[in-house]
T-cell receptor
Framework: EDQVTQSPEALRLQEGESSSLNCSYT??????LFWYRQDPGKGPEFLFT???AGEEKEKERLKATLTKKESFLHITAPKPEDSATYLC??????????????FGRGTSLIVHP | GAVVSQHPSRVICKSGTSVKIECRSL??????MFWYRQFPKQSLMLMAT?????????EQGVEKDKFLINHASLTLSTLTVTSAHPEDSSFYIC???????????FGQGTRLTVV
């Protein structure tokens, strides 16, 4: 069964303490892996799309990488404003041919000053 | 990036009444819109997928007569929660894609409280 698993569930960092979030997936037809940031009470904000193993994308202190089994979101020297829940999603193709976004449970990141 | 606007952001309604949530794509034509439900500290659970001009496809366990979805135009989809009950209280989020893109853009979400 296709699924998306994110770890850790929660992560507390000190400001400046770099770390990585993991998203592992088991899908039969990957059509893109996405990272989103979600602040409390808000909808997810798009960060990155990765399509093929070996691909990397960067935005400010964030860098996303992709392998055939998992994706990492690296956070370098985080700041308190990076505190949020980070969601990983994969696009699966339904029997009807539509793209179906499927989300992991997310990693709740808190960065202490 | 593309902008998706969801309205209202918060709504409180009485048990037994219906409430409508709107999702608009502001700067693109959304060929497909998705409706999600999110419980506290949980991930987004897909409720249904709607394509403009056709009936929505509901996920297993989602009552189509309770959660009415209308995607009448390429820029607007609505979710109506009918005969709302307190257990329908949740955070509802829409997203939209366009053309052959696999990227989905999300609305701000709607916090529904049924009292």
């Amino acid at each position: 069964e296709d699924q998306v698993t994110q770890s850790p569930e929660a992560l507390r960092l000190q400001e400046g303490e770099s770390s990585s979030l993991n998203c592992s997936y088991t899908v039969s037809g990957l059509r893109g892996l996405f990272w989103y940031r979600q602040d409390p009470g808000k909808g997810p904000e798009f960060l990155f799309t990765l399509y093929s193993a070996g691909e990397e994308k960067e935005k400010e202190r964030l860098k996303a990488t992709l392998t055939k089994k998992e994706s990492f979101l690296h956070i370098t020297a985080p700041k308190p404003e990076d505190s949020a829940t980070y969601l990983c999603a994969v696009q699966l193709i339904s029997a009807g041919g539509s793209y179906i976004p499927t989300f992991g449970r997310g990693t709740s990141l808190i960065v202490h000053p | 990036g593309a902008v998706v606007s969801q309205h209202p952001s918060r709504v409180i309604c009485k048990s037994g009444t219906s409430v409508k949530i709107e999702c608009r794509s502001l700067d693109f034509q959304a060929t497909t819109m998705f409706w999600y439900r999110q419980f506290p500290k949980q991930s987004l659970m897909l409720m249904a997928t709607s394509n403009e001009g056709s009936k929505a496809t509901y996920e297993q366990g989602v009552e189509k007569d309770k959660f009415l979805i209308n995607h009448a135009s390429l820029t607007l989809s609505t979710l109506t929660v009918t005969s709302a009950h307190p257990e329908d209280s949740s955070f509802y989020i829409c997203s939209a894609t366009f053309g052959g893109s696999t990227e989905a853009f999300f609305g701000q979400g709607t916090r529904l409280t049924v009292v």
